[in-house]
């Protein structure tokens, strides 16, 4: 990393999704050529210490398969990562320094695993619940919908009852 950030160049990569297992598993039926195009650059910046500071700006784009939750179907859902870390040299700093810093804090280590803090992003790029703008079966479900709407608003509302009560009361 230390490298990249001397050297100034970004690496650009295209890696399969299928060697992301983490992030294939949440995507059922994921394209075998289904991949994340992502870029690193890293550069060095004066910080509080001696040695400049290490950061690292991480781009990636990417779309997976996702389950709708409205119709079940597969919704191709787009994930995007745009995000900046700075390295510190151990656990103890970066826990000491996280609640004070808007930047994210990687811990440098000699098997720094970039592709797992990339995965890491995507997964939490994912959407709580994926969804259709517009369900390809959409008209079906309207009258679901529909119906229940019904049966609530024949239900007389409990605070409507109460404020009646206390009127004829008084
Ligand atoms: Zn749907």
């Not at 990562?81 to 151990?90: G, I, K, L, M």
């Not at 229940?148 to 009560?165: G, H, M, R, W, Y």
Request: net charge negative; glycine share 4%; charged share 25%.
């Amino acid at each position: 990393m230390l490298a990249l950030a001397q050297e100034g160049q970004p690496l650009i990569e295209i890696t399969p999704l299928s060697q992301l297992e983490r992030l294939a598993q949440e995507a059922p039926g994921l394209a075998p050529d289904a991949a994340v195009n992502w870029q690193a650059q890293a550069e060095l910046r004066t910080g509080s210490g001696t040695e400049p500071d290490v950061w690292l700006h991480l781009q990636a784009k990417t779309s997976v398969p996702l389950t709708c939750q409205r119709c079940m179907g597969v919704v191709a859902t787009p994930l995007e990562v745009d995000q900046w870390y700075r390295f510190v040299a151990t656990e103890d700093i970066a826990m000491a320094q996280d609640d004070d810093s808007e930047e994210d804090l990687l811990v440098m280590t000699p098997q720094f695993d970039l592709l797992a803090v990339l995965e890491d992003e995507l997964l939490m790029a994912l959407p709580l619940v994926p969804m259709h703008d517009e369900c390809p079966v959409a008209p079906v479900l309207q009258v679901g919908e529909e119906e229940i709407t019904d049966e609530v608003s024949e239900k007389p509302n409990p605070f409507a009852l109460l404020a009646q009560l206390k009127k004829d009361k008084s």
